[in-house]
């Protein structure tokens, strides 16, 4: 009897790790395809009435994470999105179960450009414009390709005073399942987790006429 409860107890785990790999992986083609429909909207176009001017904005925070952020600066023009994770930390130690992407969209109050204050970053606590996107995301990076260079690159972007936005950007989502962030709460660093994987997705963005 004891031989027959190991057996069904390592075969349950292992039907729940892949169960819960395969909600992962889902999760991970709708935030990919709903990103892709949402950027694919993003323009850049200066020829717009005073006070009133779009934007496309990349800042990279760390190794592992990006803010992205774009949208118009008032309520006549298109609605403002933006991307980032949220990382919550005890005692400076990363709660990796409780990583959220998070999606900001606003359709009022636009952006004062001219006063950047906190600026791409956007915040996160009691604010009924951000709501999570996807959970078992951990890592949201954005590069964008350089045409000098000829590859992507991880820097930032800045429309006000690039007055353009790249051709295309790539954005990579590292993912985790809910069992492997748990057991690796007591892990400080991403490259030291284990059960993670890195999804990549490049979309091309419409240039302003």
Not at 1 to 15: E, G, K, N, Q
Request: with cysteine; hydrophobic share 35%; charged share 25%.
């Amino acid at each position: 009897m004891s031989s027959l409860m190991v057996a069904f107890r390592s075969t349950f785990d292992t039907v729940t790790e892949t169960q819960l790999r395969a909600e992962m992986n889902q999760n991970v083609r709708s935030v990919m395809d709903q990103l892709n429909r949402e950027l694919s909207q993003a323009l850049v176009n200066n020829n717009r009435p005073v006070g009133e001017q779009i934007y496309f904005q990349i800042k990279q925070l760390s190794p592992d994470q990006s803010v992205l952020r774009f949208g118009c600066t008032t309520e006549r023009g298109m609605k403002e999105l933006a991307y980032a994770m949220k990382q919550p930390k005890i005692d400076d130690q990363p709660q990796w179960p409780d990583f959220e992407l998070m999606r900001m969209q606003k359709d009022k109050g636009m952006w004062n450009f001219n006063d950047p204050k906190n600026w791409p970053e956007f915040n996160m606590d009691n604010n009924e414009e951000v709501e999570p996107f996807a959970f078992d995301i951990i890592s949201f990076r954005v590069l964008y390709w350089s045409t000098k260079n000829s590859r992507f690159v991880a820097g930032n972007w800045d429309s006000f005073q690039r007055n353009s936005m790249p051709p295309k950007v790539r954005i990579i989502l590292k993912s985790i399942p809910r069992s492997d962030a748990k057991k690796g709460l007591a892990t400080k660093t991403m490259a030291e987790l284990s059960g993670v994987e890195e999804h990549k997705i490049d979309i091309m963005l419409p240039q302003a006429m």
